[in-house]
Nanobody, 124 residues
Framework: QVQLVESGGGLVQAGGSLRLSCAAS????????MGWFRQAPGKEREFVAG???????????RYVDSVKGRFTISRDNAKNTGYLQMNSLKPEDTAVYSC??????????????WGQGTQVTVSS
């Protein structure tokens, strides 16, 4: 069983930046793959970014087209924490952002264990 807790959301002006954190507890094989998803009111949940690694080696990363060049996914193995650095934020980025772990999140764009989510609101 894996527990995930997101933090770092908030209110930011368009063009600003936020860094989301995903703290994980409970080590499993699948925890070496994680990703970020978002859901806006009235819309389905959307894959945003994913990463798969083994120790210091990163196997793959993947981003939805709308955030390429603006968002960066990373992890700190020593802290059991994943991050999503979000720059040049736009109002359409407004959503609840959730992190997830799974066997291969970058490829499948699916998670097995989920956090509760953190609200990101971008004002114009």
């Amino acid at each position: 069983q894996v527990q995930l807790v997101e933090s770092g959301g908030g209110l930011v002006q368009a063009g600003g930046s936020l860094r989301l954190s995903c703290a994980a507890s409970g080590r499993t094989f699948s925890s070496y793959s994680m990703g970020w998803f978002r859901q806006a009111p009235g819309k389905e949940r959307e894959f945003v970014a994913g990463i798969k690694w083994n120790g210091a080696f990163i196997y793959s990363t993947r981003y939805v087209d709308s955030v390429k060049g603006r968002f960066t996914i990373s992890r700190d193995n020593a802290k059991n924490t994943g991050y999503l650095q979000m720059n040049s934020l736009k109002p359409e980025d407004t959503a609840v952002y959730s992190c997830a772990v799974g066997p291969d999140v970058p490829t499948t764009q699916k998670g097995s264990y989920w956090g509760q989510g953190t609200q990101v609101t971008v004002s114009s």
